[in-house]
């Protein structure tokens, strides 16, 4: 199994403010999903990043892959207090459509 | 549209009784999975199925059994349950193919006692 790891777990800013969230692996993904998750409900899709070097621009959101596959960051501008949730990123493997999924970070937006 | 659909949503069992986790899609999706959820540690795949017939173990696929016997419902039985099963469990389906988006279910929050 490929392993992925997200950082920060935790993160509470205040509305306005710009934030990253990391997804790091030592393995090469075929894609990079970015998912956004609600208390009580399943995770749903953000983006997908399928190219090196792709990046996706989603409103307020900038979603990377890097160049070599192995690596995303998220990236929020001016964050609200709506934007509050669990993010997630999933790295789909080269052998199939397996899903890896990273730890989660815990988004706070305070107003 | 229904999309994934997960029953129950909450489930209390004791300690070595055996259960059945529901999970239907109605998209015609070829790929299937169920994953755990406990805090800190993302979602975890226990069992996934390519298509009607075929199922193969996750990450974590022991005391769980699956079936994949239709395209629009995969099962996840615990044959016997154990406390170090409570958490939350997610059904998804996609269609296959590279890059795909994964639907989720609503999730099934279990507790073993």
């Known amino acids: 199994t490929q392993l992925l790891e997200q950082s920060p777990q935790f993160l509470s800013i205040q509305e306005g403010e710009n934030l990253t969230v990391y997804c790091n692996s030592s393995?090469?993904?075929?894609?990079l999903q970015w998912y956004r998750q609600e208390p009580g409900e399943g995770p749903v899709l953000l983006v997908t990043?399928?190219?090196?070097?792709e990046v996706k621009k989603l409103k307020r959101l900038t979603f990377q892959f890097g160049d070599a596959r192995k690596d995303s960051s998220l990236h929020i501008t001016a964050a609200q207090p709506g934007d509050t949730g669990l993010y997630l990123c999933?790295?789909?493997?080269?052998?199939?459509?397996?899903?890896?999924f990273g730890e989660g970070t815990q988004l706070t937006v305070n107003p | 549209n229904a999309g994934v659909t997960q029953t129950p949503k909450f489930q209390v069992l004791k300690t070595g009784q055996s259960m059945t986790l529901q999970c239907a899609q109605d998209m015609n999706h070829e790929y299937m999975s169920w994953y755990r959820q406990d805090p800190g540690m993302g979602l975890r795949l226990i069992h996934y199925?390519?298509?009607?017939?075929?199922?193969d173990q996750g990450e974590v696929p022991n005391g769980y059994n699956v079936s994949r016997s239709t395209t629009e419902d995969f099962p996840l039985r615990l044959l016997s349950a154990a406390p170090s099963q409570t958490s939350v469990y997610f059904c998804a389906s996609s269609l296959a193919g590279a890059g795909t988006e994964a639907f989720f279910g609503q999730g099934t929050r279990l507790t073993v006692v």
């Open positions: 999933a790295g789909e493997e080269t052998s199939g459509s397996r899903l890896t």
């Open positions: 393995s090469v993904f075929s894609s």
């Open positions: 199925s390519v298509g009607a017939g075929i199922t």
């Open positions: 990043v399928v190219t090196g070097g």
